[in-house]
Structures are given as C-alpha cells and as structure tokens.
Nanobody, 124 residues
Framework: QVQLVESGGGSVQAGGSLRVSCTAS????????MGWFRQAPGKEHEEREG???????????YYSDSVKGRFTISEDNAKNTVYLQMNNLKPEDTAVYYC??????????????WGQGTQVTVSS
C-alpha cells in the first residue's frame, strides 16, 4: 500500500524559511515523479498548483515560475524522502502543501498518490 507521509510546515513571517518533508513507502522509490503541489485558501481541489517535482533517484527537477529561485526540492534516497526547502517566503505562498507521487511533472490531475497535506502560513 502506497503511503506518503508529510511533515514540517507551520507558520512564519514573510522572508522566513520552512522545510517540508515527504516520506514514501509501499513502492519502489527510485525513478518516480514525486513532488509538491499546493492548494491556496479559497481554491478548489482541482486548482492545486504544481510547486516543485522531481524524478527520484537523481533525476530532473521542475519548478513553477512563482517559486523558482526561492524553493529547492531535494531527496534522501536512503530515507525514501523528498524535501521542499522554502526560502524568502511570501504571504502568497500560504497554502496547504501536498506531496504527490507517480504522475506527469507539474500536472496535478495525473498523480496517483497523495499525502494528507500540511499547512504553510506566511504572515506579512
């Protein structure tokens, strides 16, 4: 059974940093497209925005234009874990952040597996 367990997140002032983690189990970790989407307040499930994804096992990375240069996706293969380091956070980054696996990069509707979500709140 595939499981994606997220941790991290929280509240921070604008300009601050946070890191969220996603640990995967139940599938062969390496070679999957895995990463982060977010659902901003007032947005519907179908409006989840791709933030950063990667092909695990050292593959390509993808970022949305809104986070490029501020967020970094990385992994620890030994722990089957993907991280999202978020720096210089802005109030518009406030959202529930979801980990997802097995899909087309940055296309939320194609991902088969999802974590439970973790809240990130950035105050001005």
């Amino acid at each position: 059974q595939v499981q994606l367990v997220e941790s991290g997140g929280g509240s921070v002032q604008a300009g601050g940093s946070l890191r969220v983690s996603c640990t995967a189990s139940g599938f062969t970790y390496s070679g999957y497209c895995m990463g982060w989407f977010r659902q901003a307040p007032g947005k519907e499930h179908e409006e989840r925005e791709g933030v950063a994804v990667m092909y695990t096992g050292g593959g390509a990375t993808y970022y949305s234009d809104s986070v490029k240069g501020r967020f970094t996706i990385s992994e620890d293969n030994a722990k089957n874990t993907v991280y999202l380091q978020m720096n210089n956070l802005k109030p518009e980054d406030t959202a529930v952040y979801y980990c997802a696996a097995d899909g087309i990069p940055m296309v939320a509707g194609t991902f088969d597996y999802w974590g439970q979500g973790t809240q990130v709140t950035v105050s001005s």
